[in-house]
């Protein structure tokens, strides 16, 4: 699988961006997606996640009610939707692909990373 991830940049608290992963290389329906983010000196942690048929998802406590994340199996593509940005919100965002079709937190169940998306919010 390979992963291209767009859409960071720089904006202000308060604002909103959209990020996108397109997929290729493996049925983009049969797997689940995730973003996890990391910034500097910190681990990467998890975002969100969706299910293969975006019936499911899943949302760090950080993140819920101002993150969204979709998914367009037509399009082979994967979306974040961050509005009410804040500063603690900067960070290296990464799309990953599941190993199977179900929605986790865990970085061992993914086992695709893309390149990744720089993400800072201003004060």
């Not at 909103?16 to 997606?33: D, E, V």
């Not at 900067?90 to 169940?109: D, H, I, K, Q």
């Amino acid at each position: 699988v390979q992963l291209q991830a767009s859409g960071g940049g720089l904006v202000q608290a308060g604002g909103s961006l959209r990020l996108s992963c397109a997929a290729s290389g493996r049925t983009f329906s049969s797997y689940a997606m995730g973003w996890f983010r990391q910034a500097p000196g910190k681990e990467r942690e998890f975002v969100a996640a969706i299910s293969w048929s975006g019936g499911i998802t899943y949302y760090a406590d950080s993140v819920k009610g101002r993150f969204t994340i979709s998914r367009d199996n037509a399009k082979n593509t994967v979306y974040l939707q961050m509005n009410s940005l804040k500063p603690e919100d900067t960070a290296v965002y990464y799309c990953a692909a599941g190993r199977g079709p179900s929605v986790s937190s865990r970085l061992s169940e993914y086992d695709h990373w893309g390149q990744g998306t720089q993400v800072t919010v201003s004060s």
